[in-house]
């Protein structure tokens, strides 16, 4: 589905900026980047701000007009850094990539043989000014990333970074994948809950004798250690570790005592 | 509350990344940034990259060690591109920004003149291998964001970038909700980065005493044990019962070999 989506860079000054978003997009999933007349392009200094995404740039289309890089697609969304005089729906990016998805999403299941594969475009304006009215009427949703109001103008790349972030984040909801790093896998076994109680009665006959702790004057001293190690979820080599460093405390305490 | 969280880049190579840092902070309404041994710094690419943020750059403090950044931290979250070799709990970036501000919502809340305001940390590692093992063991969370698995190396600026975003978009959340009801309030304050680190040097000095710990052959067991305590977040009441333990049980190994 992230091949459906399509990157476009309207008069881009600054090639730089054209590398990093190939980059930005590479590592998002994204792979179709269309560049409508930019300044400099190809470029060497494009290139390297790509790191090593330059198949992006080396497939990247160049057009003259918003139009024709528009030409295929069924959805557009254009970003806008403030609100216009003309009022326009204005969504956030969170809002944008969920509503890309879903309409991507409609389209793949209800596979028509008349229809092109569904396209959806996110666009993206010049350095300096962003997109013109005009432009932003050739959209169907304008999507503002919340800056601080104080200083809101994002590097191009920037807002490409953030944007591509929030489609592959949606992107792994819909497809119900979540990044396989999130989830733990842990490289002990869990400790289970009896062997964890045993290092509890070990730790406090421990401090019982090291003089550390009085049961006939307990106070909270028990009930805060057991929930320090119970909020850390114990696996099975700490508990072996706590419970040899409680033995060799409690040689340790006996030597004394016996020496004395 | 955005002026509660610290950005730490470490060891950063080319000075571009701290400008377009600068900037992508300013967007999102983020001030504070930590620089720990930069390669160049100041430098003209790196307020030249900031665009005009470089009131950032002049009020960035440089420091040697990343413990040094971290000491007046309570909460530190670490970027981690990969699983290491010993799994620690990874979080999503949304994950990561909802946590910071639960923790100095709450921290807010309860306004305690003996403890200095609450402080969040997010730190970047350098461009070609991120964090060190050891870095990460200084952080109580690892945050991963979602990359292409095939093209993981994201730029530190456009990290960055992402996770400001989150971070801005996590507080204009919460700047309108209420305090969710089931987050309970924690009896004590947090205990910093500071405190933490000299607990840990305890623990490691008490361990060679009683003859448990044996630096020159030392294994994995301070980075086990590390990642236990980071896991599990200590408060101070925590950390000054685990430092008493310790004291008690030095002078108990101490008793027997004087006595011996």
Same sequence: chains 1, 2.
Wanted: with cysteine; net charge negative.
């Amino acid at each position: 589905m992230l091949q459906q989506i399509r990157i476009v860079l309207v008069n881009t000054t600054h090639p730089g900026n054209i590398g990093a978003t190939a980059r930005a997009m590479k590592n998002m999933g994204l792979a179709e980047l269309v560049l409508v007349a930019p300044k400099h392009f190809p470029n060497e200094e494009a290139n390297a701000r790509s790191s090593r995404a330059d198949d992006i740039l080396e497939r990247a289309i160049v057009v003259d007009t918003l139009e024709q890089a528009l030409a295929d697609c069924q959805l557009v969304v254009g970003t806008s850094a403030r609100q216009r005089n003309m009022p326009w729906p204005l969504i956030s990016p969170r809002q944008m990539a969920g509503q890309v998805f879903s309409d991507i999403a409609k389209a793949n299941q209800a596979p028509d043989t008349q229809t092109p594969t569904m396209k959806a475009a996110v666009v993206f304006g010049r350095e300096d000014r962003g997109l013109t009215n005009e432009e932003l009427a050739l959209c169907h949703y304008h999507v503002h990333i919340p800056t601080d109001e104080h200083f809101s103008s994002l590097n191009v790349a920037a807002a490409v970074q953030v944007l591509a972030y929030e489609l592959r984040v949606a992107y792994l909801d819909s497809s119900q994948q979540v990044a396989p790093a999130w989830q733990e896998d842990w490289d002990n076994p869990w400790a289970s809950g009896e062997d964890v109680e045993r290092f509890y009665q070990h730790l406090e006959q421990t401090l019982i004798e090291i003089g550390f702790h009085d049961p006939n004057n307990p106070r909270l001293l028990m009930t805060r250690l057991r929930r320090l190690y119970q909020r850390t979820r114990l696996d099975q080599v700490e508990v072996n570790i706590l419970r040899g460093i409680l033995s060799t405390t409690q040689k340790a305490a006996r030597g004394q005592k016996e020496s004395n």
